[in-house]
């Protein structure tokens, strides 16, 4: 049993980034639709890496450079998996009025207008966020993000529907289905960095992780008839820059 959960972490970790694993770890259709209740843990992996990366480059330059040079780290690390499915959603929802067109364009590996303003602004917006968080919790800050913004990712597989008719999909799902017990856990890692905050207050990006969530669920329903991997990515690229704005209103106000 714990020999089996070890290699369907592994499988996650495969999966979501660049970090090497275990010779004996290998692609497993079981393993792959077990792995999203690791996708959070595998956030905080990230964020604890970008987070020290983060220290030791600040350690030497200004805190700007050290944020611009931690999403390299981060890029690195996933090898830019989620902010490629953003790119997609973008260019897709962007540009196609149908399902197939939709699908389509998505599907396309190279980068259009909206995919590239997409990317741009997203990026500008997560970089102006964290230059206006205080140094002092940057660190949690990152790690927090990287968690529950994969939370947010992984409920809409857990109450969404997978765009079956979507033969045009670079990728399988990842499930489509979870259970109660696998998202569980992904939400018992993808909250835990919150608490390292020591601020009940924090627990108040709920609300826009919730709405963000809802809404998307929502759209691409509408329009291809569920979600897509890119859209768990696209998600994930968003959720991430909400809770960034959500913690500055939190410390602001509260």
């Not at 197939?100 to 998505?106: G, P």
């Not at 709405?211 to 890119?230: E, N, P, Q, S, V």
Request: hydrophobic residues 50%; contains cysteine; aromatic residues 16%.
């Amino acid at each position: 049993m714990i020999k089996k959960e070890i290699r369907i972490f592994f499988t996650a970790l495969m999966f979501f980034t660049r970090l090497p694993c275990p010779p004996s770890t290998h692609h497993s259709d079981e393993y792959l639709n077990r792995a999203s209740k690791y996708f959070t843990l595998v956030g905080i992996i990230v964020g604890v890496l970008v987070a020290l990366s983060y220290w030791i480059f600040s350690l030497i330059f200004s805190a700007d450079i050290s944020i611009l040079l931690s999403f390299v780290v981060s890029l690195l690390l996933t090898g830019a998996f989620h902010e490629d499915g953003f790119a997609d959603v973008c260019d897709g929802f962007g540009g196609g009025y149908t399902k197939d067109k939709i699908l389509e364009i998505m599907k396309d590996s190279r980068v259009g207008t909206y995919g590239a303003a997409g990317l741009i602004l997203i990026f500008a917006l997560k970089y102006v966020a964290l230059a206006n968080i205080n140094t002092q919790i940057m660190a949690i800050t990152f790690i927090s993000a990287h968690a529950i913004s994969r939370l947010t990712s992984v409920s809409l597989i857990y109450t969404g529907q997978y765009a079956r008719e979507d033969l045009l999909s670079k990728a399988k799902p990842l499930a489509t289905k979870m259970r109660h017990s696998d998202f569980a856990v992904a939400c018992i890692f993808g909250l835990a960095p919150l608490f390292l905050f020591g601020n009940y207050y924090v627990f108040l990006v709920f609300i826009p992780l919730v709405l963000l969530k809802l809404y998307f669920a929502r759209y691409f329903k509408k329009w291809i008839g569920g979600y897509t991997g890119d859209c768990l990515g696209a998600v994930q690229q968003m959720a991430e820059v909400v809770f960034y704005l959500s913690l500055i209103l939190i410390f602001k106000y509260l």
